[in-house]
């Protein structure tokens, strides 16, 4: 040391020599500054026997698409179904003349679209036309002067995707665009007007069956005229031979027992 301090003393470096410090002090600093929580670090792998990681593959959105060419007009439909099974309907009315091939490519891409709006990346389509279907497979060749051009533009929306299938429906499983297809081909549109989309619902009972009454006429039931003749062979006052006619047809429907006024199987008391 004492040959580097001589050596360095030419240049005007001075050495020194570093303070030793206490082991203890950093023990004893973090000992006064103890967590009650405190858990020591664990540097065990805990899935140490795990060979990969699967991922969850993401449920696909499907397309149900159809197009009705009549000689009213033209118009498409094309229903959206979630994962969850909701229902999106869309429909357009088109307002100029094309062939049903052609309907049917404006109902594919009018799906597509609004699939692609929604963010969807992953998107099963279902069709009733097999020619457009395996013309979007690729399967079929497309001839058709006034078709290239609609498989062009179908062909750059897939690339919107990260996964997109065609498949072929047949026409009794895809009532729903099929029904939106011929409504808008059928309707007259106002072009000033905004129609809003079509809200539809399955209503399992009637809608009287919540509010029926049991209609009353002269604090007497319905059935009093038809009751009077079975028990006592009597007509309404002012009855015509209309009426009496119909009465009697009426009462061959009623059986009168005891205090029991029976019809096909239904009893009423009084």
Known sequence: MARWQVLLSEFDLVYMSQKAIKGSAIAEFLASRALEDYEPLSFDFPNEELMYVATIEERPWKLNFDGASN???NGIGAVLVSPNGDHYPFTCKLDFNC???MAKYEACIMGIRAAKEQKIRTLEVYGDSALVIYQFKGEWETRDPKLIHYRKVVLE???????ITFNYLPRDESQMADA???LASMIKANKQEDVRPI?????????HCYNIEEEEKDD???YQDILRYVRNREYPEQATENDKRTLRRLACEYVLDGDTFIKE???RYF
């Open 71 to 73: 000689a009213v007009r």
């Open 99 to 101: 062939t049903n091939n």
């Open 157 to 163: 929306l897939l690339e919107e995707f990260d996964n």
């Open 180 to 182: 939106l297809a011929t």
């Open 199 to 207: 809200q539809m619902s399955i209503s399992e009972v009637p809608a």
């Open 220 to 222: 007497h039931p319905w």
């Open 265 to 267: 199987g239904k009893i």
